[in-house]
């Protein structure tokens, strides 16, 4: 598996709990007073019927619930993703991240910590090609050997799987 598709996916395992923490605590919030938060479509109509009157009143119709759940997930999930990504860039995603267990950690370490380098994401004024020096220039002076070494420390010359 390469670097790049691990780091995708801790990035998308942070993404996806941060919306999942979120849908549950906006839906906690505004719908688990009257409504089971696995209600399906019907349920949500025959509990709408069910409450007659009352559906006009905003602090217990159920429609109402489901427009305000709506309102208050926009208003908290944008705030939510973007507080997950950086919390990733910055190392400190909810999700660990697991490339320390992989055996090229080494090299990871070595690129992003000892040269600098970070994940591309658009919010950076560095371009690909400033970190692709760093690391160029640190082939060339022979600086990744050490690094690559010790990727190879453990291996007992088998072939190695290819992911």
Same mark, same amino acid.
């Given at each position: 598996?390469?670097? !790049?598709?691990?780091?995708?996916?801790?990035?998308?395992?942070?993404?996806?709990?941060?919306? /999942?923490?979120? #849908?549950?605590?906006?839906? /906690? /919030?505004?719908?688990?007073?009257?409504?089971?938060?696995?209600?399906?479509?019907?349920? +949500?109509?025959?509990?709408?019927? *069910?409450?007659?009157?009352?559906?006009?009143?905003? !602090?217990?119709?159920?429609?109402? *619930?489901?427009?305000?759940?709506? =309102?208050?997930? /926009?208003?908290?999930?944008?705030?939510?993703?973007?507080?997950?990504? #950086?919390?990733?860039? !910055?190392?400190?995603?909810?999700?660990?991240?697991?490339?320390?267990?992989?055996?090229?950690?080494?090299?990871?370490?070595?690129?992003? *910590?000892?040269?600098? =380098?970070?994940?591309? =994401?658009?919010?950076?004024?560095?371009?690909?090609?400033?970190?692709?020096? *760093? #690391?160029? =220039?640190?082939?060339?002076?022979?600086?990744?050997?050490?690094?690559? +070494?010790?990727?190879?420390?453990?291996?007992?010359?088998?072939? +190695?799987?290819?992911?």
């Amino acid at each position: 598996m390469s670097k !790049n598709y691990e780091i995708e996916m801790h990035l998308e395992e942070n993404l996806r709990s941060a919306v /999942k923490n979120t #849908v549950s605590q906006v839906a /906690k /919030k505004t719908l688990t007073h009257h409504l089971p938060l696995d209600a399906e479509a019907q349920v +949500l109509v025959e509990q709408a019927l *069910k409450n007659g009157e009352n559906e006009k009143n905003p !602090n217990s119709s159920v429609f109402q *619930k489901i427009a305000i759940f709506g =309102t208050e997930l /926009k208003a908290a999930l944008p705030k939510e993703i973007e507080a997950a990504r #950086v919390a990733f860039e !910055n190392g400190t995603g909810a999700i660990p991240n697991r490339i320390e267990e992989c055996r090229s950690y080494p090299l990871y370490r070595f690129v992003r *910590k000892e040269l600098g =380098t970070g994940l591309l =994401t658009g919010e950076k004024v560095l371009s690909p090609g400033q970190d692709f020096d *760093k #690391v160029f =220039t640190a082939m060339c002076q022979g600086k990744i050997i050490d690094p690559m +070494l010790e990727c190879l420390s453990s291996w007992n010359g088998a072939p +190695l799987p290819i992911c």
